[in-house]
């Protein structure tokens, strides 16, 4: 809970109990990041969900999942997928999720299975075309709807919610809503994948060991052969998925992607900066992953981000609260290495910005680096 303390029916060392079921246990600020996600605490591994989202079980049961699977295979990675920033690739992607809503809602009504098998074929038709042409990224993509796919998949078919299909539908159209897809877009996917594969009844729940390529299995499992492409099988696809109007809405938030990608150039990398980098990986960050920007070859920005140094052994913790398009920073290597805009000011161990707040560990200061007027974070000598 945001009152810093930890709620828990298992009790933690420490905790503390009025009725034997509800454990609590308070903490310091720093000591937990304040997300959905598997953290450390004091010497061992939790899934931490925040109070907001324990009603409907789906986010306790996806955050378990993770706790799961990565125990069995802390190899994959769920890194944003770039490419997804591109007019094109979101094109193509909505065209997957409208054709996913359609098998999803026809399946609510029951309606004819010939209908439904079309509806999915069409999903995995737009996924083929886009994988194509993106061949680079296959491998980073299969891999974060593995993670990200699955553990929402697994969330809702545990759920307490009765109907499946209406919420993965209520999923795909909050994901499609967003203005970044780079790193949400398996919260949606996921289910829908797995709901069709179940309703095709096809065994492709085997392991957790490796990854899933969904349309590999979409392709062995139930076609038994490779899923054929032609001009006139793409042009169908696209008359009956509303790719035309798709393609419209798109163009004009090419626009808008264009001028926060040459914002962003001139506030973190023309400009001069602060920067700061890891040196120790336990190290919390939480942030919003609808508030993200690619800058393609240079790093991603993050609007609203929030960095907590878990060991002491780091520059310290740090706080962004921005609108995308409004301010942010830059991170380099999954947040090895960030660059904030100048600060306004600094005042003992704490480093002041129009959006931010970084509170300094003790033995780091902030130096010159640099000709441009740059600022580095470096630990004391």
């Known amino acids: 809970g945001d009152d810093f303390h930890i709620y828990s029916?298992?009790?933690?060392?420490?905790?503390?109990?009025?009725?034997?079921?509800?454990?609590q246990i308070p903490f310091q600020d720093g000591e937990v990041g304040f997300a959905n996600s598997i953290q450390s605490f004091r010497g061992a591994k939790y899934v931490t969900v925040m109070a907001y989202a324990v009603d409907d079980g789906t986010t306790i049961i996806h955050e378990l999942f993770h706790l799961f699977h990565f125990n069995i295979n802390d190899q994959l990675k769920a890194d944003p997928i770039d490419y997804l920033e591109e007019s094109k690739a979101r094109i193509l992607l909505r065209a997957e999720y409208y054709a996913m809503r359609q098998a999803l809602q026809l399946m609510d009504d029951n309606a004819a299975a010939t209908q439904i098998l079309s509806a999915i074929h069409d999903v995995f038709t737009f996924k083929k075309i886009r994988q194509q042409q993106y061949a680079a990224f296959h491998d980073l993509e299969i891999q974060i709807e593995m993670v990200e796919g699955l553990a929402n998949y697994t969330g809702f078919l545990l759920s307490g919610f009765p109907n499946k299909y209406k919420l993965a539908i209520k999923e795909i159209e909050g994901r499609e809503a967003a203005p970044t897809y780079t790193r949400a877009f398996?919260?949606?996917?996921?289910?829908?994948y797995g709901i069709f594969f179940d309703y095709l009844g096809l065994n492709w729940k085997t392991n957790l060991e490796g990854t899933y390529d969904f349309l590999q299995l979409y392709e062995t499992l139930y076609l038994k052969d490779t899923l054929a492409l032609s001009d006139a099988i793409i042009a169908a696809a696209k008359e009956r998925n509303n790719y035309e109007a798709i393609e419209k809405e798109e163009k004009t938030k090419q626009q808008k992607l264009e001028q926060n990608i040459a914002f962003y150039k001139n506030l973190l990398v023309d400009?001069?900066?602060?920067?700061?980098?890891?040196?120790?990986?336990?190290?919390?960050?939480?942030?919003?992953?609808?508030?993200?920007?690619v800058l393609k070859d240079i790093g991603l920005i993050y609007s609203s981000a929030k960095g907590s140094d878990m060991s002491g052994a780091n520059f310290g913790s740090y706080e962004m609260k921005a609108k995308l398009g409004q301010n942010g920073l830059l991170g380099i290597n999954n947040l090895e290495t960030i660059h904030f805009p100048l600060p306004i000011r600094i005042e003992g161990n704490k480093v002041i910005g129009e959006f931010y707040t970084i509170d300094l560990n003790d033995g780091w200061e902030v130096v010159e680096s640099g000709a441009k007027g740059d600022l580095k974070i470096i630990k004391k000598e």
């Open 9 to 23: 029916l298992c009790p933690l060392p420490g905790s503390s109990t009025t009725d034997s079921v509800l454990f």
């Open 271 to 293: 400009a001069p900066t602060l920067s700061a980098s890891l040196t120790d990986n336990e190290y919390s960050i939480s942030y919003d992953m609808y508030g993200t920007l």
């Open 186 to 192: 398996p919260y949606a996917t996921g289910p829908a």
